[in-house]
């Protein structure tokens, strides 16, 4: 049963900036489904970790990453992985909203324009089926055309949910999705990942812990670029095995 | 003295200097245009100069400078893009990139009337083009090029970064990011930047007294084979523009209604220049709806 498999192991992952180590040998796994929230405080991790996941680092000079990452049973750094077939089945969701400069419709078909997709009604199919997805359809379904700039921020960051779902991928990755966010539409991004959450991997860095304990069945804390502990959500919050867990989610620090 | 009127003595003595820079400029352009609106006709805008006298047009001169323009434009505008999308998106921090950025500078600094002795020398004596439609339109180009590089450059700076994360989470290359959504979102403001600077060329004339020549060779209008010396388009024919025309009159003119001709010519010039500054804000805010919301 592949369900049962891990979608995503990672191993001993080592990162550098430049000569400065910033994770110290992470080893975690990532169910098929479900949601799993990295917790910390600021520096501790947990976006390096997550940005190595589909290789954002590549972007930058000076930083080198080792380990095992195995994604669908297949090395995420091999040389010979395609970065874009990659990060086509691994989305990623960041913490500004960041929708390009055009209408909502063609944001959400960018990734499949890309691929080459052409036929109007394809387009026109995933379009819709993308942004009931982020929970947004009802609010822009009568304004496709116009530009997604003038969406508020948290409509801007479901449209840049729904421009990831577009081009199908097997795992979400969420960097901070709401921290920019209003209380209000923090929470429609938190319902629209709820009820994703049983068709998609997804893993989300959040500040917030109350945000951790509302909507990921997994949680994992990271310290000063280790993993401290990882459980489920309701094991670490009510009864840490660690005390360092025990400490910064009673805010003793951090 | 207490801040409050502290401020105020400031803000009055900054709205003063201000003042001061727009009345220079306004009277500088209202008195360009009272000499010189009164001379334009249809006749003065057509006619080909004429040299011993009165009644003579600027026709040929207007036509050199729109055709020069494009000429400069068509040469330098796909280098200034190559050159800004490398220095913005691929060039990494190095002596290499630090000297290109150091010799655009002193490019874009240097006095034009060294860039048209530079275009003598090579393209007019070397080369044998002589004075030339093409060695003028060349030495326009790197006239042009330093400040249509920074122009550009500074467009596609002005892309926020999250938009090439996004475009490379989504699976493109880079290549693919600067394709297709960093170059489509700078657009209006490249547009406006190279609206900008053919209000510059346009109105450049030391560059090109040396290299497009000092006279207006009468043309057929009626021949567009671009081989043929009397043709409007012909690369290879000496070309006085609107303002190296200017020049002329005004040092060695003999026409008797030369002071005429020098304020309608100057006051035509203006209007251009004038013309091609609003119209790049509008056109850079129109091209901006439109790709936006199509």
Not at chain 1, 219 to 229: K, V
Not at chain 1, 231 to 254: A, C, E, N
Not at chain 2, 15 to 34: D, E, T
Not at chain 2, 156 to 163: D, F, G, H, T
């Amino acid at each position: 049963m592949k369900n049962q498999d891990n979608i995503l192991i990672t191993r001993d992952v080592r990162l550098w900036y430049g000569q400065k180590e910033a994770l110290h040998g992470i080893d975690l796994d990532f169910p098929q489904k479900g949601i799993t929230a990295l917790i910390g405080p600021s520096g501790s991790g947990k976006s390096t970790y997550l940005r190595a996941l589909n290789r954002m680092h590549d972007l930058e000079d000076n930083v080198t990453v080792t380990g095992s990452f195995t994604f669908d049973g297949s090395d995420i750094y091999a040389p010979t992985t395609d970065t874009v077939e990659l990060r086509k089945k691994i989305g990623m969701v960041f913490q500004q909203p960041n929708p390009f400069p055009f209408s909502i419709y063609d944001n959400v078909v960018f990734g499949l324009r890309l691929a080459g997709v052409r036929d109007r009604q394809t387009l026109d199919e995933a379009v819709e089926k993308s942004l009931k997805a982020a929970s947004i359809w009802k609010e822009v379904k009568d304004s496709l055309n116009k530009s997604a700039l003038g969406l508020s921020g948290g409509q801007q960051q479901r449209v840049s949910i729904a421009r990831v779902l577009a081009t199908s991928p097997e795992l979400l990755l969420l960097d901070e999705p709401t921290s920019a966010l209003d209380p209000v539409s923090s929470h429609n991004i938190e319902e629209t990942l709820m009820n994703l959450r049983d068709q998609y991997a997804m893993i989300i860095v959040t500040h917030s812990m109350s945000q951790a304990s509302r909507i990921s069945d997994r949680t994992a804390f990271f310290l000063d670029g280790d993993l401290i502990e990882v459980d489920d959500t309701r094991k670490i919050f009510l009864d840490p095995s660690q005390k360092k867990t025990q400490d910064y989610i009673s805010g003793r620090f951090g | 003295m207490n801040a409050k009127l502290a401020d105020k003595i400031a803000t009055t003595v900054i709205y003063v200097i201000a003042g001061m820079v727009a009345l220079v400029l306004f009277s500088m352009l209202g008195f360009i245009l009272v000499q010189g609106l009164p001379h334009l006709s249809w006749h003065f805008l057509t006619s080909p100069a004429l040299s011993f006298e009165a009644g003579g047009g600027i026709g040929i001169q207007l036509f050199n400078s729109f055709y020069l323009l494009v000429l400069a434009m068509v040469i330098s505008f796909p280098i200034a893009l190559g050159a800004a999308i490398y220095l913005n998106e691929y060039a990494k921090k190095s002596v290499w990139t630090n000297i290109i950025r150091t010799a655009i500078e002193i490019l874009s600094s240097l006095p034009s009337v060294v860039v048209g002795l530079f275009g003598f020398l090579l393209f007019v004596v070397q080369f044998k083009f002589g004075f030339s439609i093409l060695s003028g339109a060349i030495a326009l180009s790197i006239f042009n090029l330093p400040l249509l590089t920074r122009s550009i450059e500074t467009s596609l700076a002005q892309i926020p970064y999250l938009q090439r994360e996004a475009g490379a989470a989504l699976g493109l290359s880079r290549w693919e990011t600067v394709l297709h959504v960093v170059l489509p979102a700078a657009v209006p403001s490249i547009v406006t930047g190279v609206v900008l600077s053919a209000g510059r060329v346009f109105g450049e004339a030391a560059a090109l007294i040396f290299t497009a020549g000092q006279s207006a060779p009468a043309l057929n209008f009626m021949d567009w084979n671009p081989f043929n010396i009397s043709s409007p388009l012909s690369p290879m024919r000496p070309a006085e523009t609107l303002a190296v025309h200017i020049w002329k009159i005004n040092s060695e003119g003999i026409m008797p209604d030369l002071n005429l001709v020098s304020a309608g010519a100057s006051a035509v010039l203006i209007i251009v220049v004038l013309i091609f500054n609003f119209s790049a804000r509008k056109l850079g805010m129109k091209l901006f709806k439109k790709l936006t919301s199509s």
